[in-house]
Structure formats: structure tokens, C-alpha cells
């Protein structure tokens, strides 16, 4: 067995492990989209709500009412304040995940390319062998060839 086909499992490992490193990157990605639209949404509903809260017509606005909205108002801005540490929290993971993945694509590379090297120095080889052989042979003829002329 040549070098280059020893290195097949190490190939399969390595293909395998960037696959998964892969796919928990593409995972943080979503989390991170899906906490961005929960971000954006809450910001929205905020905005409508304080809209909302200020215009009722035909109806003045009580004190405990105004304290409810503030209030309802204040929940809805400490709700954003988390989302927005929520979002840090996870880009922190994407970066995570993201130079894990490319340590292992960068290896799985690195071994792609030995196995490339290895799989040329082979084929080389081979020619040789093959020219040597070929080179034998026809010396062989020659020497049978001079052989028989010489008898």
C-alpha cells in the first residue's frame, strides 16, 4: 500500500470533522439571524406601542393608564437590552465557530495537499519503473538480436 492510500483515513477524518465544524457554524449563524429578527421584532412592537399608547382618541389619558405604559414601555426596552446582550453572547459563538471551522478546512486542505504530493511523487515513480523496464526490454532485444546475428 503507497503512502497516498495509507492517508485515506486521515483524509476521511479530517473531511469529516470540518463537515461538522461546518455545519455548527451554519447552526450559530441561524441562532444569531433568528435573535436578530426577535431583536428587530421587539423594537417594532415597541415603537407601535408607544404610538399606540399616546393616541386613543376620544379618551383622555388617566395617570394609572400612563403608568401602565410606561411601564409596559420599560419592560419592552429591558426586553430589548437583553436581546442585544443575547446577540453579543452568540456573535462571540459565531466567531468561535467560525475559526474552528476554518482551522479545520485549513487542514483538511493541508492533508488534500500531501496526499496531491504524495499521489504525484507515486506517479512518478511509476514512469520511471515503466521507462526502466522499457529500457531493459529493449536492451534485451538488442543483446538477443546482436546473439543472433553473431550465430
Known amino acids: 500500500m503507497n503512502r497516498s492510500q495509507r492517508l485515506k483515513p486521515v483524509v476521511a477524518l479530517a473531511e ?4 461538522q465544524l461546518a455545519q455548527a457554524y451554519t447552526a450559530q449563524l441561524q441562532q444569531l ?3 436578530r429578527d426577535k431583536l428587530q421584532q421587539l423594537v417594532h412592537y415597541r415603537a407601535d406601542y408607544a404610538v399606540m399608547a399616546e393616541q386613543v382618541p376620544g379618551r383622555p389619558m388617566d395617570l394609572a393608564r400612563l403608568q401602565g405604559a410606561r ?3 420599560q419592560r419592552l426596552s429591558d426586553a430589548i ?3 442585544e446582550a443575547e446577540i453579543r453572547r452568540i456573535d462571540a459563538l459565531v466567531s468561535k465557530a467560525r ?3 476554518l482551522g479545520a478546512k485549513r487542514h483538511q486542505q493541508s492533508i488534500d495537499d500531501l496526499v496531491t504530493r504524495y499521489q504525484r511523487q507515486e ?6 519503473r515503466e521507462q526502466h523496464q522499457q529500457d531493459e526490454m529493449a536492451s534485451q532485444r538488442l543483446a538477443w538480436r546482436q546473439n543472433a546475428y553473431a550465430s
Open 16 to 19: 469529516r470533522e470540518e463537515s
Open 99 to 101: 475559526m474552528s471551522w
Open 81 to 83: 437590552g437583553m436581546q
Open 123 to 128: 506517479h512518478h515513480i511509476r514512469e520511471k
Open 71 to 73: 411601564l409596559f414601555l
Open 33 to 35: 439571524q433568528a435573535a
